[in-house]
């Protein structure tokens, strides 16, 4: 019996085979944990990948979905973009797919790819690499980041005052967190295991070990939100001097939080 990393790639290339019969496809390439980084294909892994049409042919593909339903039956889809689809086969697999012709592909930003299939008679062209450059999603300083968290944590704390509780959520655990994302990589060794273009959020367990001990402090969840502020502002506080003012606005809003929230 197949494991189900095995199950993944040979649905993978079943697809590839299928797109060969169509005689309308360039080829078809694997993206992430099914694309140059095989190493992290774990039984969580999901099938992510783009197909490259011939000239004419972007619509069949998203409009006839024989391609996919002649490799297993699909049991849920769901064009979430002009580009592709969302997917779900009748035996578990998932995956994310997205078509496109030639033409459109020096406007596409994407990860690093894998061919799994190709037409005999394409160019050549290089299409495992995209054109375009990825988002800024690190900062080369620390200034900028971690007062901007600090602002985060401000405005979060008085909408959850208010009672806007899940608006202060949104800007203490996810936009103040996310700047303080933004510059781990200046505060600890990085290990070096698959970085994302696109996510500073992904793998960084295994990425800031002597961070992620400290996750679930800054991430307590809708009703704890002033004690993820606290822990948030501690944090930014070790790491350099903290507006003073700033930090007792913080600080006395997060007490009126608790206090309203105990009375």
Known sequence: MMSRQQTLLARLDQIGQQLEHTNNAWLLLGLGSVGQELERLDRYSDLDFFII????????????????????????????????????????????????????????????????????????????????????????????????????????????????????????????????????????SEVVYYPDQYGNERRAEQRFPQAQERFADVLQGYTRVPESALALLEWLEQIQPVNSSMAAEIRRLAAECRSKQNG
């Not at 069949?60 to 997917?87: A, C, M, Y």
């Not at 779900?88 to 012709?101: K, N, R, S, T």
Request: glycine share 6%.
């Open 53 to 188: 049409t011939k000239p004419g042919q972007k619509q069949r593909f998203l409009q006839q979905l024989d391609w996919l339903e002649s490799v297993h039956p699909l049991s849920f889809i769901f064009q979430n973009t002009v580009d592709g689809f969302k997917l779900l086969f009748a035996d578990g697999i998932y995956g994310e797919c997205a078509i496109f012709e030639l033409d459109e592909m020096p406007e596409i930003a994407f990860s690093p790819g894998r061919i799994v299939w190709q037409d005999s008679t394409f160019l050549g062209v290089d299409l495992t690499v995209s054109k375009q450059a990825p988002p800024p999603i690190r900062r080369d300083t620390l200034d900028f980041a971690l007062n901007e968290a600090l602002t985060n944590l401000y405005v979060g704390l008085c909408r959850y005052a208010r009672g806007e509780r899940l608006s202060g959520l949104q800007l203490v655990e996810q936009h103040a967190f996310s700047q303080l994302l933004s510059v781990l990589h200046l505060l600890e």
